[in-house]
């Protein structure tokens, strides 16, 4: 099988922009986009609601203004819900993308109460059939505007646990965006996951974390924001996910979509210039550009 160059985008999480009510500071498209450009990305995901401006237009002038492509964008949303209708928030995401010229979907299936900390509902087969039917809906919607949907496993959500990522790969034919970070929290392996269900991924969101810091959240002895906000996500590399064996397997079999570099981040004051969220993503660009190097290299056997 012949495989794609490894392509690497950015997230405006990974500088504290966030859908989250009181996540922490949050830094403008100006200050994000230009320090994205300036680490040598060119593509990006478009970021929560209010971090570009609301028009589609000219939420596509100012990525072209920092010589960014759309890579598509995290829309959470409530599916398990009968009095909630996800298509209306879901309509106006692909209004974007037709002037964006993103063509992934990541779509989180969030409890309805804002934030990633609270008690999750428990889901009866009547509320997941709903979720599913929901998951197709939407699938469908996307695909006539030729945009691909992948279901974001994410801590806090209604989709996070190993068991219900399971349920998903055995009930649904959705496709996934693979985030390394949030399967581990679910407690799904990420290299199990990536050598095991590579046909079912569609977008990745490559995070690295501490383990130690996790199971503190595990304690309970802090939240997960209060994590996101400390030293939960480092830098790739500097963690405990192989993440050189995930990039491998899917390099392997044929993945041809974007590797997103994200740390889930909570900025508690404005950085510096050249401070702050850049040194992170700086050190996981260079890694992962060594990573993708020595894994090509060993495929065409340079």
């Known amino acids: 099988m012949t495989s794609s160059p490894i ?6 999480i990974s500088w504290g922009v966030s859908e989250v009510a009181g996540w922490g500071v949050q830094l403008p498209p100006e200050r994000v986009l230009a320090e994205m450009a300036e680490l040598g990305l ?29 890579v598509g964008s995290f829309v959470p949303v409530v599916l398990h819900d009968a009095d909630v209708d996800p298509m209306p928030r879901i309509e106006r995401e692909l209004d974007d993308y037709a ?31 709903r979720l599913f039917a929901n998951l197709d809906r939407i699938a469908s919607a996307a695909a006539a505007r030729g945009v691909k949907t992948a279901l974001h496993p994410h801590a806090g959500s209604m989709v996070e646990q190993a068991d219900e990522v399971q349920r998903v790969l055995d009930d649904s ?8 970070g949030h399967l581990l929290i679910g407690g799904f392996d990420p290299v199990e996951f990536a050598r095991d269900h590579a046909d079912r991924v569609a977008h990745v969101h490559l995070k690295d974390l501490s383990v130690a810091e996790l199971d503190r959240v595990r304690a309970g002895e802090q939240t ?27 390099h392997a079999a044929g993945y041809d979509g974007w590797f997103v570099l994200e740390q889930d ?27 993708a190097a020595a894994i090509e290299a060993q495929a065409t056997g340079a």
């Open 7 to 12: 392509k690497i985008a950015g997230a405006p």
């Open 42 to 70: 060119t593509a990006t995901e478009n970021g929560a609601d209010g971090f570009l401006p609301e028009a589609p237009a000219e939420k596509a002038a100012v990525l072209r203004r920092y010589g960014m492509a759309s």
């Open 99 to 129: 002037a964006t010229g993103g063509d992934t979907l990541i779509v989180c299936a969030v409890t309805g109460v804002d934030g990633y900390d609270a008690a999750r509902p428990v889901l009866d087969d009547e509320g997941w059939a």
């Open 173 to 180: 034919s959705i496709a996934f965006c693979f985030d390394t």
């Open 224 to 250: 997960y924001m209060e994590g996101c906000g400390g030293a939960l996500y480092t830098p790739l590399g500097e963690g405990d996910i192989d993440i050189p064996s995930i990039v491998a397997s899917l």
């Open 265 to 291: 981040k909570v900025l508690h004051e404005v950085p510096a210039p050249g401070e702050g969220p850049i040194a992170d993503s700086r050190k996981s660009v260079e890694y992962l550009r060594r990573v």
